[in-house]
């Protein structure tokens, strides 16, 4: 049963006809999966083969509703924001387990696929490279192909090392039942520094490999050089991070400099909520399109307002909504901000008004109203179950268009993206703020940490107010965390950041907090501070999650578990 399991992680089968690894006890051939032979001797079959490494295979109970994993999370019902202070899951699905720190190697939540899921890919990577060369194709498209498989092969690194620390390092080592599992160099970690090196390398490989454009529509959602330099940086500038210590912010600004000097994306100027509703823009560097009949969770739905039959699920929380600077670019704790705790919601950073449903939002021609009592996005409210528990609701992603009620196969059809260009730019604008200082402007580069983050915040429909020349390093850092904060809320990107720059135990050790609203006659009369979920916890263990046992167990306890989680 250990080897079965082990097999499940380093032997695992593809998605796109169930390749297997070679079972030596067995002299019939399998009628049911493609052969070597087979996939070698096709082109067409080879590709489509790498095509679905971009996928994975379901693990978990909810997970990739309806259609196959890509990375990350993405769109499900319980959000990876569900497990920051971003938002929480109004009907847990192994989130709060995860944000009361309760996290156990017997008990991973909804971060439970993350180790096998990747394993598993690296393997059907490795597989594929072994083949490559056997394959009838022109020189250039073999090219093309093992950029692909070297960058997927990353990015499942990627989420291993963020998500892990040190990890096993496979190399293209294709594991199979006839191999000998006693070898403890099988099961060693790497360090991190080590790791970083490894995938840090693989992508300037892939890079030189992988074209500069792919074409329109979902070929879109295929590696480019653009999509292979993009995830150099976000690691790179990981690695430069305090958590990770195995880098320099200097390489970290040049990797994303190498992004910004393809002169290919910029900042979309269609509106920063319209963004998400469609990736054929110039900001896209590599996201996930969906189409009829292969859509993912319907967001409307699951996310909506009571009132509108909606399930209310990922609903944001006080804490995040207090760190919208007010238009005028002040924290609403400044005193000259104009911040009126009578009207919260007025004048605030113009994203806040495409990330979030507060009481008074227009919504689908009405107007969402979670005040008490008698609010109908309240507890006082039909569907009163699905009432949200900070008082909030998601706007980002979300398309009016599409129907709440009875949305199946009618909605869904959303990009998500792995990586857009306002990434790049603020990945640039640390990296190079903590290495040269705001307004310093490296060799190589055209613009300073400063004029990154400025070009973000000038985005046409946000225009906040461009950050004045003459800022400390520590002022600027301030300014960097504040834009990644919003610009990328909900995206996958607070849980790493805080981890990365140790600031989790200030973070996630805040309560998860709601708001009440009173309403009194037609007047709003006050606002009242809630706990939207108690017992929200963070410990030192929290920066890296524990390696599910039955992992270890299928090691014969060979695999060393994450620090703190013996």
Known sequence: MKKRVLINILCAAGVLAGVSCKKNFLDVTPTD?????????????????????????????????GVDPGFGRGFEYAMWSSITDESVYNNDDNTWLIQRAQLAPENTGIAGSLWGRSYRGIRECNYALNLLGGVVISPARRDQLRGELKFLRAFRYQDLIRNYGGVILRGDR??????????????KKSTIQECMNYVLAELDSAAIYLPADNGAGWLQGRATKGAALALKSRLALYAASPLYNAGTWEAAATAAN????????????????????DANNNENILARQFIKNAGHTHLEIANGPNSYEGWGGNVPLQNLVDDYEMSNGKAITDPSSGYDTANPYAN???????????????????TVETFTPGGRDSKDGPNNWNTSRSGY?????????????????????QPWYYFRYAEILLNYAEAANEAYGPD????????????????VRARVGI?????????SKDAMRAAVRYERRVE????????????????????????????????????????????????RKFETRNYFLPIPRTEIQASNGKIQQTTGYN
């Open 33 to 65: 999966r493609l052969s070597e032979a087979q996939l070698q001797g096709d082109s067409s079959l080879f590709e489509a083969f790498v095509i679905n490494r971009y996928l994975g295979v379901r693990l978990q109970d909810k997970e990739a509703d």
């Open 174 to 187: 294709i594991s199979n039942l006839g191999d000998d599992f006693t070898d403890d160099a099988l099961f």
């Open 258 to 277: 190498a992004v910004i000097a393809l002169n290919k994306y910029g900042i979309y100027s269609g509106g920063y909520g319209n963004m998400f509703l």
């Open 348 to 366: 605030r950073d113009k994203r806040f008004y495409a990330t979030i449903l507060y009481n008074g939002a227009s919504y689908r021609g009405g």
């Open 393 to 413: 609701y998601l706007k980002k992603f979300m398309n009016d268009t599409y129907p709440i009620i009875n949305p199946w196969g009618n909605a869904g059809f």
């Open 440 to 455: 310093v402007i490296p060799s190589g580069a055209t613009l300073s940490a400063r004029a990154a983050v400025n070009q």
């Open 463 to 471: 225009e906040m107010p461009a950050l004045e020349a003459g800022l």
């Open 488 to 535: 990328l809320a909900f995206e996958e990107h607070r849980f790493y950041d805080v981890r990365r720059w140790m600031i989790a135990p200030v973070t996630e050790n805040i309560p998860a907090y709601g708001i009440v609203i009173h309403k009194t006659g037609n007047t709003i009369t006050w606002h009242e501070r809630k706990i939207a979920l108690d017992g």
